[in-house]
């Protein structure tokens, strides 16, 4: 499965992005899709994660509240919203996937097997 991640930009704090992860190759159906972030210096951070049976979804402790992960399995696409952004949630954006997870490797960045480009979120202040 190839992944693309977009909708990223530059926002005030307190603004709100979406960002999207439209696959291709395969249908996500098949896949666990996390979203995982890198700020300059700072190793790969885990943010969300959907699960490809029953759409349970997780998220990193710090994030809860403001960060909603979601599917649309129609439009093969997994999404990101991300309100009351704040300057530290300034990263570039990875989605990820995998057809095989245990539960507890979710937030491993070598879980997942295939990876999108990435999108810049800048947060401005």
């Known amino acids: 499965v190839q992944l693309q991640a977009s909708g990223g930009g530059l926002v005030q704090a307190g603004g709100s992005l979406r960002l999207s992860c439209a696959a291709s190759?395969?249908?996500?159906?098949?896949?666990?899709v996390g979203w995982f972030r890198q700020s300059p210096g700072k190793e790969r951070e885990f943010v969300a994660h959907?699960?490809?049976?029953?759409?349970?979804?997780y998220y990193a402790d710090s994030l809860k509240g403001r960060f909603t992960i979601s599917r649309d399995i129609a439009k093969n696409t997994v999404w990101l919203q991300m309100n009351s952004l704040k300057p530290e949630d300034t990263a570039v954006y990875y989605c990820?996937?995998?057809?095989?997870?245990?539960?507890?490797?979710?937030?491993?960045?070598?879980?997942?097997?295939?990876w999108g480009q990435g999108t810049l979120v800048t947060v401005s202040s």
């Open positions: 190759g395969r249908t996500l159906s098949g896949y666990d």
């Open positions: 990820a996937a995998t057809s095989r997870m245990i539960l507890s490797q979710i937030g491993q960045p070598s879980s997942y097997h295939y």
């Open positions: 959907i699960r490809k049976t029953g759409g349970n979804t």
